[in-house]
């Protein structure tokens, strides 16, 4: 247990001090954030003494208010000044914006495109495992605190050495099996930037092979990245995000699949997003058929593909094999 608590940083027991106090409207005791908040119970379970841990939360309020973040103190209602069962928060209304502050289209374009890098959910399996406790002590938790401590979703292993390679501007070398291939094949390329792109990051180069720009689907990456000792001239970069947003752009206006959605369905909700209505149901842009196809399968009865024809032959291909799965499960039960 002593190596795991030497695990826990002290800037890391903070936002987990900042995401416990947020969680609840009526506060939490210093007993309570102790025994549940990581960072604090791991050095208690060490046998750290309860003066210690008393005198480290103390510093860390301070830290935090020296931060700016406002933690309130609440005593007893009868006897506001007897702190001996204090009860500590951070009231959610300081972090939300003065009703004269406004965004152009512009500013509110680069925040959602900024947002779309942030994790689903903010909570670590270590916050949740905090807010559980709080609540088996009886605490009321309020609504989901997403966003307040929010984690980069890398979800792809290649993307942390890509990011290092594009800063260095080296070359890099990976396997990539492209869609409708069985085998994989190696890749040698420039890498020039990052990008989301319908929810799915793709790393945008010159492949070096074929000496022409590619834009390359990080799921589709299926070894590690090897990052090598050629190097590029970095100016290279410069305008690489927006040629490749670009070209993914005209592929999916080329690429339109005519859906039939059922309103009022998870599927009606995600595809009218970035869809435009038509005499039969709705269009909606597209960049590669076998992930589009994966999409629309989860939605099940939700949506019927009209066209194209590869496009529905897809996602049928996919429900006979949930099918299959779902009946050899049954028999073997």
Known sequence: MAQESTRIAPEERLVNLVVALMATEQGLTKGTILASVAGYREQSETGASKDALEKMFER??????????PIETIGDYTDPDDLRDARYRIPTAEYELPADISFSSAEIAVLNLAGGVWSESSMSA???SGLRKIRALGIDVDAPIIGYSPHINLRAPS????QRAIEQGRVVEFSYLKAGEDAATLRLIQPLALLEYEARWHVYGIDLAHDQPRTFLLARIVSDVRV???????????GA????LLGLTDLAA??????????????????SRRAQQADQGIRVPYVDVHVFADELASYGPEVRVVEPDVLRDEVIARLERALAIHSDQERTA
């Open 60 to 69: 860390d309020k301070e830290n935090l208010r020296g931060l700016g973040i």
């Open 126 to 128: 270590d916050a949740r």
């Open 159 to 162: 993307f942390v050495p890509l």
């Open 228 to 238: 090598t000792r050629a190097t590029f001239d970095l100016a290279l970069r410069d």
């Open 241 to 244: 995000g927006e040629r490749a």
């Open 254 to 271: 080329r690429q339109l699949a005519l859906l039939e959605v059922e309103p009022g369905t998870e599927a009606a909700l995600r595809l």
